[in-house]
């Protein structure tokens, strides 16, 4: 089980970095839980580099995210895991010397953004990567059955009677009606 879930912690303040000449590097290891939703719970673990850049802060991310979700067909716990490599420049919102608020059109894509407390969140692009992970629908096993969906039994374990009714009555079996009207 992954327990102790505290989100918000894979947030790295890099105020002094924004002050340091280019190519001042800074090492993380990431050893953290967060939660994506109710549903879906993320142990990452892994490394993150921050360099300065030019104009922000280059971020290099190399993690392993175990997750623990439900089987999108049975609904039984799957443990699953994604690596996610990140190579991204963040930029800042708020000039480090002054305090000004910066603009830059490049800025379309929030979640790249150093923040107006000079603060770099890696929460928000790993939750994306999860969710996009996730489209694919985990499954408990490849041939995994279901759950019936008429009384909810789990197919793995054994088949209702609901499924034997359905199937000689003919909702479940459409292939064998459209034999007979040929
Ligand atoms: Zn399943
Ligand atoms: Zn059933």
């Known amino acids: ?40 719970k993320v142990g990452a673990n892994g490394s993150v580099v921050l360099v300065k850049t030019h104009s922000g802060v280059w971020c290099r991310v ?3 995210c175990n997750m623990e979700a439900y089987c999108s067909r049975c609904l039984d716990d799957v443990l699953y895991s994604i690596n996610i490599d990140l190579d991204e420049e963040y930029l800042p919102t708020v000039d480090i010397t002054n305090g000004k608020t910066v ?8 979640s790249f953004n150093i923040d107006d407390k000079h603060g770099l969140d ?5 939750r994306q990567y999860v969710i996009a992970y996730q489209v694919m629908k985990p499954l408990c096993r490849l041939e995994c059955q279901g759950l019936c969906s008429y009384c909810g039994a789990d197919l793995n374990m054994r088949l209702c009677s609901c499924y034997n009714e359905l199937r000689l009555s003919g909702p479940y079996d459409n292939s064998a009606s459209k034999l007979n009207n040929n």
């Open 1 to 40: 089980m992954l327990t102790d879930i505290k989100p918000y912690l894979m947030y790295y303040n890099v105020a002094q970095l924004l002050k340091e000449p280019i190519g001042s590097t800074r090492a993380h290891n990431l050893d953290e839980f967060f939660v994506i939703d109710e549903n879906i």
């Open 103 to 110: 603009y830059n059109q490049e800025y379309t894509d929030s």
């Open 122 to 126: 890696l929460t928000e692009v790993l």
């Open 62 to 64: 190399n993690v392993v």
